[in-house]
Structure formats: structure tokens, C-alpha cells
């Protein structure tokens, strides 16, 4: 049974596209969900039209976002991470935390759309992609540097330690006497 496609759907085929697929599977699944309709019927000509409709408008969207890829591959972000003395971070960083670093500066990414190669287990400038729609792509610069906190809570407990101790010692003459 040939149908033509309403939306994209995995591994069939793209919205417009007419297939060829089981009567079973049209039946059962495309056609009770509006994922498809009969090309043989007399609205698919009305799909064809509001397809032009809906390409133009993809047009529009492409333009918008092939301009905000070229802003974003321009951008670099930082990231503070807890590192080790070799430049080693511990743990990894990941897509959530790029995508919420982008949310300030004015770009709603989601997640699913940030592309890291390999995890980020180091300090230093790293390439990630993120895709904005099939083919729009932009490269963005991770700039993960040593958290600043570290050092301090380390001092903290060095010092900590005395008063520590001086307070044990107290305990100690207090139960002595």
C-alpha cells in the first residue's frame, strides 16, 4: 500500500515522502496515529500542498538558525571542574552541564543536541558540536578551568585541626579534674 508521510518517521522516510509499506503496518499504526495518508485518496493532494506550505516555512527556520550557528561557534564557554595536580578532572563534563552554560548567554540547547567525541576528563580548551537541525551544526569552545574553591576548603581543614586538638585537650583537664 502506498502512503504518503505527514511527519518524519524513524526508518520509514521523511514528512512528504510517498512509501511503499504493508497494509498491515499503514492500517494499524500510520494511519490511525495521522502519520500518514492513502496516496490514492483525494487529500493527498491537499498533504501535497500543505507540504510546499511547510517547506517554505522550514526555509525561513533554516536561514534563522544557519545565522544563530555562525553566533554560536563564535562563543566559548567556561566550566569549572574539580581537578587533580596532573590536570585529570574528576569525573567528566558532560552535555547537561554545556547546556545549562549556554542557557545564560542566551541559547536554549537542548541536551540531546550537544555532541561531545570523547568525555572531557581534562583541563583546557575543548571543540564541541552542537546541532541546531539536521545539517546546521556549530562548534563551540569548552574552556574547563580548575575550581577556585578547591584550594580554601583545603586550607580550612588544616587549620581546623588544631582547634581541634586544643578543644580534645580541654576535654582532657576537664575529665582529669
Known sequence: MKVILCENVPNLGEMG??????PG?????????????????????????????IKKREEKVRAQLAEEAKKLGNISIDIKAKAGEEGKIFGSVTNVQIA???????YAVD????????????????K?????????????????????EEVPAA????EEAP???????????????
Do not use: W
Open 17 to 22: 515522502t510517498t512509501v511503499k509499506v504493508a
Open 25 to 53: 503496518y499503514a492500517r494499524n499504526f500510520l494511519l490511525p496515529r495521522k502519520l500518514a495518508v492513502p496516496a490514492e485518496s483525494g487529500s493527498a493532494k491537499q498533504i501535497e500542498h500543505e507540504m510546499r506550505i
Open 100 to 106: 545549562e552554560a549556554l542557557k545564560p548567554l542566551g
Open 111 to 126: 541536551r540531546k543536541s550537544i555532541h561531545i567525541e570523547e568525555p572531557i576528563r581534562s583541563l583546557g580548551a575543548h
Open 128 to 148: 564541541v558540536s552542537v546541532k541546531l537541525m539536521r545539517g546546521i551544526e556549530a562548534i563551540v569552545t569548552v574552556n574547563v578551568l580548575k575550581d577556585a
Open 155 to 158: 586550607e580550612a581543614v588544616v
Open 163 to 177: 582547634v581541634a586538638a586544643a578543644e580534645a585537650a580541654e576535654v582532657e583537664e576537664e575529665a582529669a579534674e
